[in-house]
Structures are given as structure tokens and as C-alpha cells.
């Protein structure tokens, strides 16, 4: 079973760093490529970063590029997302997500992925 906990979330002003992490107390996530999605207030859930079971492979989504690191920890059971030069417009929950046999387009698709977690709150104030 793959119990994915985001943490790490809060309230930050403009220009600030944040690390989101996402671990699995199943202990099964480096079995799993593992995306993170945002969902703003009014606005649909968005892919933000994946990266491949290996970690060999990464994806973002332009609008972070060149700001946000997504890595892994196999020995921890933990993936993060580093999130730096924080803008006000990356207000949103924070979901991580894992999936199986993810290749090319298929990392950004959201029903490709099969666990959730219950998402973390990030709030960047102007």
C-alpha cells in the first residue's frame, strides 16, 4: 500500500524558498515515478515537476522552470520539491502523486497516476 503525506507547506512572502516533501509510510514510493500538481483557489489542478523511479528522468512545467528542483531520496522513502524565488501566483495546494509505466506526456497527465496525497497549503504573499 502507498500512503503518500505531502509536508512542508505555508506562508511565505515573495522571493522565499520552500521544500515540499512527500513520503510514503508504505515504504514503496522508489517503486513509483512521482509527480507534483498544484491546484489554485477557482482553478483546476495543474502538473508542476515529475521525476522517474530512477530519478534519471524530470519534467516541469515552464512556469517553474529555472525556480523549482525535484529530487528523491530512495534511502528516506521522500521526494521534495524545492521551491525557490517564490512568486504569488504559486499560491496553491501542493499534491504529490504516484504512477507506474509513466513515459514521455504521460508524466504530466494526472490520471496517470494512482496514489495521492492529501495535499499541503502554500500561501506567497506580495
Known amino acids: 500500500q502507498v500512503q503518500l503525506v505531502e509536508s512542508g507547506g505555508g506562508l511565505v512572502q515573495a522571493g522565499a524558498s520552500l521544500r515540499l516533501s512527500c513520503a510514503d509510510s508504505?515504504?514503496?514510493?522508489?517503486?513509483?515515478?512521482v509527480g507534483w500538481f498544484r491546484q489554485a483557489p477557482g482553478a483546476e489542478r495543474e502538473f508542476v515537476a515529475a521525476?522517474?523511479?530512477?530519478?534519471?528522468?524530470?519534467y516541469y512545467a515552464d512556469s517553474v522552470k529555472g525556480r523549482f528542483t525535484i529530487s528523491r531520496d530512495s534511502a528516506k522513502n521522500t521526494v521534495y520539491l524545492q521551491m525557490n524565488s517564490l512568486k504569488p501566483e504559486d499560491t496553491a495546494v501542493y499534491y504529490c502523486?504516484?504512477?507506474?509505466?509513466?513515459?514521455?506526456?504521460?508524466?504530466?497527465?494526472?490520471?496517470?497516476?494512482?496514489?495521492w496525497g492529501q495535499g499541503t497549503q502554500v500561501t506567497v504573499s506580495s
Open positions: 508504505g515504504r514503496r514510493i522508489s517503486a513509483f515515478a
Open positions: 521525476i522517474s523511479r530512477s530519478g534519471g528522468t524530470i
Open positions: 502523486a504516484a504512477g507506474v509505466a509513466l513515459s514521455g506526456t504521460y508524466y504530466y497527465m494526472q490520471n496517470r497516476y494512482t496514489f
